[in-house]
Nanobody, 129 residues
Framework: QLQACGGGLVQAGGTLRLSCATSGFSLDDHAVGWFRQAPGKEREGVAC????????LYTDSAKGRFTISSDNPGNTVYLEMNNLKPEDMGVYYCVAEPIGVIGHLSPQNLQLPLMWIYWGQGTLVTVSS
């Protein structure tokens, strides 16, 4: 189970930190990530990571501004978002997939939402200009 929170309304240039509490599985053998969906648009990947080998990937729009992390030991995944822009607005979902299924992370994992089997309920991020 994944429970995301931390969304809200922020001005452009502001910061938000999303949290995703996971349960029922270990972050040691699951890849985790964040996707988002803006109104009228398809879901798109933001970032993903595996604790096992430390691989961390970001989409171009997130690089340099967003940071994905997890507490260790622990079961919470975070997405720190800095310098937010209106185009970052949308519902943010945390996702997870067994490493045994997804294998070594690649940029493709952020392009294909169907590659992720576990999805949280989403948290809304609104950025005012």
């Amino acid at each position: 189970q994944l429970q995301a929170c931390g969304g809200g309304l922020v001005q452009a240039g502001g910061t938000l930190r999303l949290s995703c509490a996971t349960s029922g599985f270990s972050l040691d053998d699951h890849a985790v990530g964040w996707f988002r969906q803006a109104p009228g648009k398809e879901r798109e990947g933001v970032a993903c990571t595996t604790r096992r080998d430390g691989t961390t990937l970001y989409t171009d729009s997130a690089k340099g501004r967003f940071t994905i992390s997890s507490d260790n030991p622990g079961n919470t995944v975070y997405l720190e978002m800095n310098n937010l822009k209106p185009e970052d607005m949308g519902v943010y979902y945390c996702v997870a997939e067994p490493i045994g299924v997804i294998g070594h992370l690649s940029p493709q994992n952020l392009q294909l939402p169907l590659m992720w089997i576990y999805w949280g309920q989403g948290t809304l991020v609104t950025v005012s200009s």
